[in-house]
C-alpha cells in the first residue's frame, strides 16, 4: 500500500523556467515531510523540508508547499538549471515512525 | 559535516558467500537505518537503530543481519544471499528518529 505517491514519473524543463514536482499522499497523521534529490548510483541527498506546522518552506531556489486538507505537497525549484536533473523523492513521516517515500519523480533539465 | 560513508562502494559474491557491509557518522545521530533501493524504486527500509538498539525491523529475511556495534557504526552481515537481492543498499542517519535522515552513497551489491 503506498502511503506517498508521486504520479509523474518524469518532468522536462527548460533552463531558467521553474520545475514543480508533485507529491499526494493518504495518512492524515503525517506531519513532517521531506525531498530528497537523487543521482544515479548515489545516496539521496536531502534537500528541503517542511513540518505540518507550515504550508510553506524557502531555501534558495527550492520551496517546498504544503496543502494539509489536500494532502498534497510541492517542491518548485526556479530557475531550473542543468544540475538539477536527478530523481526527486518526497518522503512523509508521522511522529516517531518510519519515513515513506514516494516512487520518484526523474527531472531534467533541458539546457 | 553531514557526511555518512559507506564500504565498499560495490560487493560481487555469491550465493554461499559471507560478507559485511559498514557505515559509518560522526554527526552524533542517535538512529541508523538500512535501506535497499531497487532501480526505479523508492528506497525500502529494512532496519533502524535508535540508541544503538534495533527498534524497527520490516520483515527482512534472517539472510539479512544487521548489527550495531556503536553510536557511530553500523554493519550489515550478509549470508547465502540470492540474485534478487542485488540492489543499492543505502545507510541513513538521523539525531532521533523523527528526525531529517542523511544519507550514504550506497553499496551497489551484485550477488551472482
Known amino acids: 500500500d503506498q502511503q506517498v505517491k508521486q504520479n509523474s514519473p518524469s518532468l522536462s524543463v527548460q533552463e531558467g523556467r521553474i520545475s514543480i514536482l508533485n507529491c499526494d499522499y493518504t495518512n492524515s497523521m503525517f506531519d513532517y515531510f521531506l525531498w530528497y534529490k537523487k543521482y544515479p548510483a548515489e545516496g539521496p541527498t536531502f534537500l528541503i523540508s517542511?513540518?505540518?506546522?507550515?504550508d510553506k518552506n524557502e531555501d534558495g531556489r527550492f520551496t517546498v508547499f504544503l496543502n494539509k486538507s489536500a494532502k498534497h505537497l510541492s517542491l518548485h525549484i526556479v530557475p531550473s538549471q542543468p544540475g538539477d536533473s536527478a530523481v526527486y523523492f518526497c518522503?512523509?513521516?508521522?511522529?516517531?515512525?518510519?519515513?515513506?517515500f514516494g516512487t520518484g519523480t526523474s527531472l531534467t533539465v533541458i539546457p | 559535516d553531514t557526511e555518512v560513508t559507506q564500504t565498499p562502494k560495490h560487493l560481487v559474491m555469491g550465493m554461499t558467500n559471507k560478507k559485511s557491509l559498514k557505515c559509518e557518522q560522526h554527526?552524533?545521530?542517535?538512529?541508523m537505518y538500512w535501506y535497499k533501493q531497487k532501480a526505479k524504486k523508492p528506497p525500502e527500509l529494512m532496519f533502524v537503530y535508535s540508541y544503538e538498539k534495533l527498534s524497527i525491523n520490516e520483515s527482512v529475511p534472517s539472510r539479512f543481519s544487521p548489527e550495531c556495534p556503536n553510536s557511530s557504526l553500523l554493519n550489515l552481515h550478509l549470508h547465502a544471499l540470492q540474485p534478487e537481492d542485488s540492489a543499492l543498499y543505502l545507510c541513513?542517519?538521523?539525531?532521533?528518529?523523527?528526525?531529517?535522515?542523511?544519507f550514504g552513497p550506497g553499496t551497489r551489491l551484485t550477488v551472482l
Open positions: 518522503a512523509a513521516s508521522a511522529s516517531g515512525n518510519q519515513f515513506y
Open positions: 554527526m552524533g545521530h542517535r538512529a
Open positions: 517542511i513540518s505540518s506546522i507550515k
Open positions: 541513513a542517519s538521523s539525531q532521533f528518529m523523527t528526525d531529517t535522515q542523511y
